[in-house]
C-alpha cells in the first residue's frame, strides 16, 4: 500500500468518528437544551392557567362573601320578603356578577330564594350530552350538600369554591355561611353561587392565555401525577408530565379533585417547540459547517504529513491503547534519537512508577480493615477491597458495574443521593450511616465517609468512599435509648416512657383508654418480709401484666405500686373486659421465696378519651380518681371515672 493510500485509510477514521462526535453532541446537548426551554416555557404557562383559576376562585369566593356577611341577607334569613329577591336576585343583576345560579339555602338544606339562568345549556355545550334543567338544579343542591356546605356550625368562615363536574356540566362551585355583616352571628344558612365552564367561557380564558386549553370531563389520575398545591379541605390541584404530541407540539394537564380527593375536571394545555424547531435548524446549519471544516482539515493533514512520522505516531497509538488492558506489563517498543524516541522512553519510565504506585496503593487497600469502594458519576461501583465484600457478603465481581442503591433500602436511597449531590457540588467530604444490606438479605449498619474524586484539570470523575461497620455502636446506643425508657425493676415502660407515649397516642387515635392500677397493702410487704421480698412481688406483678395484655396495649410502672396500661383505639367493653382480667391476675397469691403473700390486691381506675377527658394531664387525673374511688371501697375492683 502506498504512502498517499496510508494516508487515506489513516485521515478517513478520524474524520467520520469526528463528523460522528460533533453530531452526538449536537443532538444530546444542545437539542436537550432547547427542549429544556420549550418544557420550562409550557410549565410557566400551565403556572400561568393555575394561578389564572385560583384567582377567578377567589374572586368569585369574595362576591358570595360579601352577599353572605350582609345584615340584609341574615334579615332575609330569619324573615324571608319578596322585596329582598326582587332587589338583589334578579337576572341583570346575576349577568353582571358572572353566575349562573345564586340560592339562599337555609340549615336544613331547604332553597330560601333562588335565582338560576340554565337556558340554552345544549347551544352553550356543544357536541356535549347536558342533563335537563331540573335534574342539573337537584344535581348542584345535593353536590353541595354532600361536599359540608351545610357544616357551619359555629364557623361563618366555612366556605367552598371548588371546580366540580355534575350532571356531567363542569362548573365552579362557591359556597359561603349567611351571618352578619362582622360575620359573628351564627350562620343561618349558606349562598350557593356556581358558573358554568361553558364553551364561550373557555374560550375566552384561551385567548386570554394565548395558548390551546382542552377541557377534558372523564379524567383519569395517573400515578405520575404530582401535588401543585398543599391539599386541603377545599380541594386540591395535580399536575401531568410533560408529553410529547409529536416533534412540534407538547402538553400538560392540570387535574382539579374536590375536597373528598375525587377527580373532577382535567385542563389540558397543549403548546408548540419553537425552541426546538430553532435548535434542529441550529444543529443541522453547525454540523455542515462542521462537515466543512473537517473535510478541508482533514485534507491539509493527507498532504502535509510524511510516511515515516505517520507511522511511528500510528505504532506508539496502537501500543499505548493495549496498555493496561490484561495483566501483562506493556511498553512502548518505539526507540529512535528524536523526539518520538525521547516521548516513548519517558512514557516507559512514567509506566514503571505508575505500576509501583499502583501496587503499592492496592496492597494498603488490600490489609485496611474498613471497605473501600470506589464510584462512577452515576453510582456505578468500580472498584472495593476486600474488607468491604467481606462486610457484605459479595465478592469483587459481583458488586462491580452494580448501582449502589443495591446496598441500600428505599428509605434511605433519597437520603444517600442528596448527600452525594452535595459532595459533587460542594466539594466537601460527607458522612452516611444507615443499614447497609448484605447479598444474604441481613441489614448491618455501615457509616461511609464519600468524597470526590478529581482528574488532573479538576473536571469531576466519581466518588470514594470508606464503609465501616458500626453495628457495635448501633446496639449500644439503642440498648441506652431502651434503659432510658424501661424500669430496671419489672421491665415495664418507665414514667418517662408513660408521660411520652400517652399525648401520642391521645394526637393519633380516635379513642385511648387509661388504666390506673394501685396495689393495696403492698406498704404491708416491705414492712413485714422485707424490700428484697417487695421488689420480687413487682417483678411478679410486671410479668402478669405482660401477659394479660393483646400486642398493641403497653404497660408501664409510674413508681412505687403505681402501674398504668394504655390501650390505643380500644371500646369500653375491651377496657373491661381487661380491667376484670388484671383484678384477677394481679389479685391471686404470690408465692415468692418459700412465702405466700394472699392480701395484696388491685384497685383500678378506668377512664376514656375523649369521654372522660380531653388531653393527657386531664385523663390521667380521671383514671387517678377512678382508682382512688375503687381503692376506697376496699373490695378488689375497678370504677370508671364519674368526672
Given amino acids: 500500500?502506498?504512502?498517499?493510500?496510508?494516508?487515506?485509510?489513516?485521515?478517513?477514521?478520524?474524520?467520520?468518528?469526528?463528523?460522528?462526535?460533533?453530531?452526538?453532541?449536537?443532538?444530546?446537548?444542545?437539542?436537550?437544551?432547547?427542549?429544556?426551554?420549550?418544557?420550562?416555557?409550557?410549565?410557566?404557562?400551565?403556572?400561568?392557567?393555575?394561578?389564572?383559576?385560583?384567582?377567578?376562585?377567589?374572586?368569585?369566593?369574595?362576591?358570595?362573601?360579601?352577599?353572605?356577611?350582609?345584615?340584609?341577607?341574615?334579615?332575609?334569613?330569619?324573615?324571608?320578603?319578596?322585596?329582598?329577591?326582587?332587589?338583589?336576585?334578579?337576572?341583570?343583576?346575576?349577568?353582571?356578577?358572572?353566575?349562573?345560579?345564586?340560592?339562599?339555602?337555609?340549615?336544613?338544606?331547604?332553597?330560601?330564594?333562588?335565582?338560576?339562568?340554565?337556558?340554552?345549556?345544549?347551544?352553550?355545550?356543544?357536541?356535549?350530552?347536558?342533563?335537563?334543567?331540573?335534574?342539573?338544579?337537584?344535581g348542584i343542591l345535593r353536590t353541595a350538600i354532600e361536599l359540608g356546605a351545610l357544616k357551619v356550625d359555629g364557623d361563618p368562615r366555612h366556605s367552598l369554591d371548588q371546580l366540580l363536574q355534575i350532571e356531567g356540566v363542569p362548573q365552579l362551585l362557591l359556597?359561603?355561611?349567611?351571618?352578619?355583616?362582622?360575620?359573628?352571628?351564627?350562620?343561618?344558612?349558606?349562598?350557593?353561587?356556581?358558573?358554568?365552564?361553558?364553551?364561550?367561557?373557555?374560550?375566552?380564558?384561551?385567548?386570554?392565555?394565548?395558548?390551546s386549553l382542552r377541557l377534558v370531563q372523564d379524567p383519569v389520575l395517573d400515578k405520575d401525577w404530582r401535588t401543585l398545591n398543599i391539599p386541603t379541605g377545599r380541594g386540591a390541584t395535580l399536575l401531568s408530565p410533560r408529553r410529547l404530541l409529536d416533534e412540534n407540539s407538547q402538553q400538560m394537564s392540570l387535574l382539579y379533585l374536590d375536597s373528598r380527593g375525587k377527580p373532577q375536571l382535567r385542563l389540558e394545555l397543549t403548546s408548540p417547540r419553537p425552541l426546538y424547531q430553532q435548535g434542529q435548524q441550529s444543529v443541522r446549519l453547525f454540523l455542515y459547517l462542521t462537515l466543512a471544516l473537517l473535510g478541508g482539515a482533514t485534507l491539509l493533514a493527507y498532504v502535509a504529513l510524511e510516511f515515516r512520522i505517520i507511522r511511528r505516531v500510528t505504532t506508539m497509538n496502537r501500543e499505548v491503547a493495549v496498555i493496561g488492558q490484561d495483566d501483562t506489563p506493556s511498553r512502548l517498543s518505539q526507540q529512535g534519537a528524536d523526539e518520538l524516541g525521547q516521548l516513548a522512553s519517558e512514557m516507559n519510565s512514567m509506566l514503571d512508577r505508575l505500576e509501583q504506585s499502583e501496587a503499592r496503593d492496592q496492597a494498603i487497600l488490600d490489609a485496611i480493615r474498613d471497605g473501600y469502594f470506589e464510584m462512577d458519576p452515576n453510582g456505578i461501583i468500580r472498584t472495593v477491597n476486600p474488607a468491604l465484600c467481606r462486610m457484605l457478603g459479595y465478592s469483587a465481581e459481583q458488586l462491580s458495574g452494580q448501582h449502589f442503591s443495591l446496598l441500600l433500602q428505599d428509605e434511605d436511597l433519597l437520603r444517600a443521593r442528596g448527600l452525594s449531590q452535595q459532595v459533587r457540588d460542594d466539594e466537601q467530604e460527607t458522612t452516611f450511616s444507615a443499614p447497609f444490606k448484605r447479598r444474604d438479605g441481613r441489614l448491618v449498619s455501615c457509616e461511609t465517609r464519600l468524597s470526590a474524586i478529581h482528574d488532573t484539570q479538576g473536571e469531576f470523575q466519581g466518588f470514594r468512599g470508606i464503609l465501616r461497620d458500626i453495628s457495635d455502636q448501633v446496639a449500644y446506643q439503642k440498648q441506652l435509648i431502651d434503659l432510658a425508657y424501661r424500669d430496671t425493676l419489672t421491665g415495664l415502660g418507665n414514667r418517662k416512657a408513660f408521660n411520652e407515649q400517652l399525648p401520642r397516642a391521645i394526637a393519633h387515635c380516635n379513642r385511648v383508654a387509661l388504666l390506673y392500677i394501685d396495689l393495696d397493702r403492698f406498704k404491708q410487704v416491705n414492712d413485714h418480709f422485707?424490700?428484697?421480698?417487695?421488689?420480687?412481688?413487682?417483678?411478679?406483678?410486671?410479668?402478669?401484666?405482660?401477659?394479660?395484655?393483646?400486642?398493641?396495649?403497653?404497660?408501664?410502672?409510674?413508681?412505687?405500686?403505681?402501674?398504668?396500661?394504655?390501650?390505643?383505639?380500644?371500646?369500653?367493653?375491651?377496657?373491661?373486659?381487661?380491667?376484670?382480667?388484671?383484678?384477677?391476675?394481679?389479685?391471686?397469691?404470690?408465692?415468692?421465696?418459700?412465702?405466700?403473700?394472699?392480701?395484696?390486691?388491685?384497685?383500678?381506675?378506668?377512664?376514656?378519651?375523649?369521654?372522660?377527658?380531653?388531653?393527657?394531664?386531664?385523663?390521667?387525673?380521671?383514671?387517678?380518681?377512678?382508682?382512688?374511688?375503687?381503692?376506697?371501697?376496699r373490695n378488689r375492683c375497678y370504677r370508671f371515672t364519674t368526672v
Fill in 1 to 138: 500500500m502506498n504512502l498517499r493510500a496510508r494516508l487515506l485509510w489513516l485521515c478517513l477514521p478520524l474524520f467520520v468518528a469526528s463528523l460522528a462526535g460533533v453530531w452526538l453532541l449536537s443532538d444530546l446537548i444542545l437539542l436537550d437544551r432547547f427542549d429544556r426551554g420549550d418544557r420550562q416555557r409550557l410549565a410557566d404557562e400551565v403556572r400561568i392557567v393555575h394561578n389564572r383559576v385560583a384567582y377567578e376562585k377567589q374572586r368569585n369566593l369574595d362576591i358570595v362573601h360579601s352577599y353572605a356577611w350582609w345584615d340584609a341577607s341574615y334579615q332575609f334569613m330569619r324573615l324571608p320578603q319578596a322585596r329582598f329577591v326582587e332587589d338583589n336576585l334578579d337576572q341583570d343583576l346575576l349577568g353582571i356578577l358572572g353566575f349562573d345560579y345564586v340560592l339562599y339555602v337555609d340549615r336544613s338544606g331547604h332553597i330560601v330564594a333562588q335565582q338560576w339562568k340554565l337556558d340554552e345549556l345544549s347551544q352553550r355545550f356543544p357536541g356535549q350530552q347536558v342533563p335537563d334543567a331540573d335534574q342539573l338544579r337537584q
Fill in 175 to 211: 359556597s359561603y355561611p349567611i351571618s352578619n355583616t362582622s360575620g359573628t352571628a351564627e350562620p343561618a344558612g349558606v349562598v350557593l353561587a356556581g358558573v358554568l365552564l361553558d364553551s364561550a367561557r373557555m374560550s375566552n380564558l384561551q385567548t386570554q392565555m394565548g395558548a
Fill in 530 to 633: 422485707g424490700h428484697a421480698t417487695g421488689d420480687a412481688l413487682l417483678r411478679t406483678v410486671g410479668e402478669r401484666m405482660r401477659g394479660s395484655l393483646r400486642q398493641p396495649d403497653q404497660a408501664f410502672r409510674l413508681g412505687g405500686d403505681e402501674f398504668a396500661v394504655l390501650l390505643e383505639n380500644a371500646e369500653p367493653e375491651q377496657a373491661e373486659a381487661l380491667g376484670t382480667r388484671l383484678l384477677a391476675v394481679l389479685g391471686a397469691d404470690y408465692h415468692l421465696g418459700g412465702q405466700v403473700i394472699d392480701f395484696v390486691t388491685p384497685s383500678i381506675g378506668i377512664a376514656f378519651y375523649p369521654q372522660d377527658a380531653g388531653d393527657a394531664d386531664a385523663l390521667t387525673r380521671a383514671a387517678d380518681i377512678a382508682m382512688y374511688q375503687a381503692k376506697q371501697e
